[in-house]
């Protein structure tokens, strides 16, 4: 017997002077294979075309869609119906700024992430169209591009106490992109130079240990493991640093 | 009305947009990169496999070379293609991919030694060269003679995207994210920029350049069943198109992708077929060989496609509530290589299909995937009819696929042609001005504004958008599918035509305040509709088959006939689109020949034509 499933979605729109925050109910039959997906363009095809929401490549690989379902952040494209109960709500990300009813603004908070981490290959040298790439290991590519799957969705900055409570905290997905440049030999950027970043309370030593990041990552990014792994070097380094003055 | 100004505007940016953004900004320029979403959403992220290129250093690659990457791609393209464009492409290639590697990407590189590999089923032992250690590696792909795609993992686009947005992040370029263009701004002879739509806001913004580059992807969801993101719905050609001077090349050539899922139709990526995966049919037995002996499972595309329709048409599919499919088997690739090399598909697997690749069978069928149609430029990049309009990557008709692209030349193109096109408008910015006129600014401007209180007021008539969006999918599901005849395709346009005249009276049933996105479907939907009737009109009107353009009227490739590239032009207020034609390579480096795969009969062009045109390089 097919189920009747009930959203609660929390609707605003802050372009409409009279629009005042609320959740609104809706109705829907629920299909065999439903994702959140198939069920949110049904309710703006159906019942209300000005629903607002992002989806993307709707196929778990873009991180358009992260919204809060049932108090949990998750990618709604890769979220079944059959494994939700008949009541379903639905809101926008916390931390990011809000823009109408599901959609918040992941793109500026991401952007600004890449000033702050510098998320890019720091290197003196300069590419000779004429040489051999330069060499290196399967296993390292392999470890950096385990880093990199990082997609962006800000699950795991939704789901931070620390982020929730200070917007100056740089959050798992900033403390990853570092560690992916740390595990890349192309990046010169001396232990010193990352710990400048991130050695601090907006940084590695801001987050209180609830790691909800990765029990919320669509991507199961071992964001634990890096935290550790950045605490430990980032340790050293102050050893060192304070060593130096004495 | 705020008015934003640089050298480059660049819409999309996804690799190819971001690579010229890279190239221009390298060299000194200003530009602007404006998308509908963050850059690293774009749809080059979705790109699976990986990247063509002739680097030739892992065991299977041994003895490629840019010459045999040029001829595959030209077979590949069924000689539809530009060889001139294809030539560049091939000689540029492996050079962008150290570059790519110099960036930051970690292509996955060669391990010495023994190892084994499976194809149509079976185990097979290659052994690495030590002295190729660290170099970067590559895989098989389909309608190729040696392993050429340089991947990472099976996440390859999303690798690249990565690093080419850190690129620009680097060279503090100016991305713009949740910015939709919705009207170029031109007087028929130069094009100045574009009127954009605000997807936070809803309010329109005039950006006024010298150039202006449309690198916004396929048009793949014009079709009910596609594996494109939502994002990819032609915004970028219907800019082009209606402008009435900006002709789409060769709207027939659409490409259906062998192994989308059943049901949701995303994609898994041909690396599963270049590792050593198989498709079975309802008997769970291998078929493709029967119908391809030499290529089975990595005939290009098109072939595999036509073939895997062929067998569900002989009653080998296997039945669903979702309609009939056929099976992807990669169990025999085992643990080690899914979770490495097949880690997205893998994923795909788990949450869309419930389904575990290395004990169960992946449900697949073809799917729209690609567009080999796109705005028409030049070999520069830049568009005919419109001086300072440049496009590149899917959005484009560069034209290096013709009408069959192989897997792994696209993701390479992006960047391969971006890098290329971007070095062309740096040098047409160094000597060109136009005469920045904010009258037509304005009025661009005024006249969108008022589309969109029409619609709100509904001025044109209560036509729901999204109704009319599904009977255009339907029509085009029906008549430009894998098989396509006379008698369908007339069907098509006619139920076009009247799809087209209910898309002009659309009305919002919203209230179309803010960044509504009931008036960004309605913006573009006359625009879908169009794109639409050209891919209906060009397939009638092309009576042969080549690459993905299959008649089974006109079984025969006709190189007598149809050794041509379709353009398609929208005229202002015409209802139907003026097709035109042109020479579909102005020389043959590899005059027209037999593909090696696909079978098929071929009609031969007239032998003194091709010897006038033919080269030796």
């Given at each position: 017997m097919a189920r009747t499933l009930r959203f609660d979605i929390f609707r605003y729109n802050p372009q409409d002077a009279g629009s005042v925050p609320h959740m609104q109910r809706f109705n829907l039959d629920e299909n065999p294979n439903m994702t959140l997906f198939i069920a949110l363009n049904r309710l703006r095809e159906e019942q209300d075309p000005g629903l607002k929401f992002d989806f993307c490549c709707r196929a778990g690989i873009c991180g358009a869609c992260a919204i809060v379902i049932n108090g949990r952040p998750g990618l709604a494209c890769q979220t079944k119906t059959k494994d939700l109960p008949d009541d379903i709500t639905l809101m926008p990300l916390p931390v990011f700024k809000m823009l109408g009813d599901l959609t918040v603004?992941?793109?500026?908070?991401?952007?600004?992430?890449?000033?702050?981490?510098?998320?890019?290959?720091?290197?003196?040298?300069?590419?000779?169209?004429?040489?051999?790439?330069?060499?290196?290991?399967?296993?390292?590519?392999?470890?950096?591009?385990?880093?990199e799957r990082c997609i962006e969705c800000g699950c795991c900055v939704a789901a931070c106490g620390t982020a929730r409570l200070r917007s100056d905290f740089m959050g798992a997905a900033a403390l990853n992109r570092i560690a992916r440049f740390?595990?890349?030999?192309?990046?010169?950027?001396?232990?010193?130079?990352?710990?400048?970043?991130?050695?601090?309370?907006?940084?590695?030593?801001?987050?209180?240990?609830?790691?909800a990041c990765e029990d919320v990552c669509p991507k199961g990014l071992p964001l634990q493991n890096q935290l550790g792994f950045l605490r430990r070097k980032m340790g050293i380094t102050a050893l060192k640093q304070i060593f130096k003055r004495g | 009305m705020q008015i934003f100004y640089s050298d480059l505007l660049v819409v999309g940016a996804g690799l190819s947009g971001e690579r010229i953004a890279v190239e221009s900004a390298d060299a000194g320029f200003d530009v602007i990169v404006l998308s509908i979403v963050p850059a690293r959403r774009s749809h080059s992220s979705a790109a699976?496999?990986?990247?063509?290129?002739?680097?030739?250093?892992?065991?299977?690659?041994?003895?490629?070379?840019?010459?045999?990457?040029?001829?595959?791609?030209?077979?590949?393209?069924?000689?539809g293609c530009d060889q001139e464009v294809a030539r560049l492409f091939a000689d540029a290639a492996p050079i962008e991919m150290r570059r790519l590697a110099h960036w930051g990407v970690p292509w996955n590189r060669v391990v010495p030694g023994k190892s084994f590999y499976f194809k149509g089923g079976e185990k097979f032992e290659k052994y690495e060269e030590p002295d190729k250690e660290g170099l970067i590696t590559a895989r098989s792909f389909g309608g190729t003679a040696k392993w050429r795609t340089c991947y990472t993992s099976d996440g390859t686009g999303h690798a690249v995207m990565c690093t080419?947005?850190?690129?620009?992040?680097?060279?503090?370029?100016?991305?713009?994210?949740?910015?939709?263009?919705?009207?170029?701004?031109?007087?028929?002879?130069?094009?100045?920029?574009?009127?954009?739509?605000?997807?936070?806001?809803?309010?329109?913004?005039?950006?006024?350049?010298?150039?202006?580059?449309i690198c916004t992807g396929g048009f793949g969801r014009i079709y009910k069943a596609t594996t494109n993101a939502v994002i990819c719905d032609g915004g970028g050609h219907i800019l082009a198109m209606d402008t009435g001077v900006v002709p789409v090349g060769n709207p027939e050539a659409i490409q259906f992708h062998p192994t989308g899922i059943v049901p949701t139709d995303i994609l898994v990526?041909?690396?599963?077929?270049?590792?050593?995966?198989?498709?079975?049919?309802?008997?769970?037995?291998?078929?493709?060989?029967?119908?391809?002996?030499?290529k089975a499972e990595l005939a290009s595309r098109d072939v595999v496609s036509r073939r895997m329709t062929e067998h569900m048409r002989a009653g080998k599919g296997v039945k669903s509530p979702y309609g009939e499919h056929l099976w992807l088997d990669i169990r025999h690739l085992g643990d080690k290589h899914i979770s490495t090399k097949l880690r997205e598909v893998d994923e795909i697997c788990h949450h869309f299909l419930g389904v575990d690749p290395r004990t169960q069978l992946i449900p697949v069928r073809p799917t729209q995937h690609y567009t080999m149609a796109g705005i028409r430029t030049n070999k520069d990049g830049a568009a005919y009819g419109l001086t300072g309009l440049f496009s590149a990557g899917e959005a484009a008709c560069w034209d290096m696929h013709g009408f069959n692209r192989l897997g792994g030349n696209s993701l390479a193109e992006t960047v391969v042609a971006g890098g290329i096109i971007g070095r062309k408008?740096?040098?047409?910015?160094?000597?060109?001005?136009?005469?920045?006129?904010?009258?037509?600014?304005?009025?661009?401007?005024?006249?969108?504004?008022?589309?969109?209180?029409?619609?709100?007021?509904?001025?044109n008539g209560r036509e729901n958008v999204y109704e009319v969006r599904n009977a255009m999918q339907e029509a085009l599901m029906d008549g430009c599918f894998v098989f396509r005849n006379g008698k369908d395709l007339e069907k098509c346009v006619e139920t076009l035509k009247e799809v087209y005249e209910r898309a002009g009276k659309v009305g919002l049933r919203s209230d179309g305040k803010g960044a509504n996105y009931e008036v960004s479907s309605a913006l573009k939907i006359k625009g879908q509709v169009k794109l639409a009737l050209c891919i209906a009109t060009a397939a009638l009107a092309r009576t042969e088959s080549r690459g993905s353009h299959t008649r089974e009227d006109y079984p025969e490739r006709n190189d007598r006939e149809w050794l041509t590239r379709t353009l398609a032009y929208w005229p202002e207020g015409a209802d139907m689109p003026d097709l035109k034609y042109e020479d579909a390579s102005p020389v043959f480096e590899l005059p027209p020949g037999e593909r090696g795969y696909g079978g098929g009969k071929i009609i031969t062009a007239d032998a003194a034509f091709i010897e006038e045109r033919t080269i030796k390089r």
């Open positions: 603004d992941t793109g500026v908070w991401f952007r600004e992430m890449y000033q702050k981490t510098e998320s890019w290959v720091h290197t003196k040298k300069v590419f000779d169209p004429n040489a051999e790439e330069e060499r290196m290991d399967n296993a390292v590519a392999e470890q950096i591009y385990e880093l740390v595990v890349d030999p192309r990046d010169q950027r001396s232990d010193k130079e990352y710990f400048d970043v991130i050695g601090n309370d907006y940084g590695i030593f801001g987050c209180m240990g609830l790691l | 699976q496999g990986g990247m063509q290129a002739a680097l030739g250093n892992c065991a299977m690659g041994k003895g490629d070379s840019v010459d045999v990457h040029f001829a595959d791609t030209v077979k590949g393209s069924d000689w080419m947005d850190n690129r620009c992040a680097q060279l503090g370029i100016d991305v713009r994210d949740r910015k939709e263009a919705i009207a170029l701004i031109h007087d028929g002879e130069n094009c100045c920029g574009a009127v954009v739509r605000c997807l936070r806001t809803g309010e329109l913004e005039a950006y006024l350049s010298r150039a202006t580059a990526t041909e690396g599963c077929r270049g590792d050593g995966g198989t498709l079975l049919d309802v008997n769970e037995e291998r078929f493709m060989q029967i119908y391809e002996p030499e408008i740096a040098e047409f910015l160094q000597g060109h001005d136009v005469k920045i006129d904010s009258r037509l600014a304005r009025e661009a401007v005024l006249a969108q504004k008022d589309r969109i209180a029409a619609l709100i007021e509904r001025r």
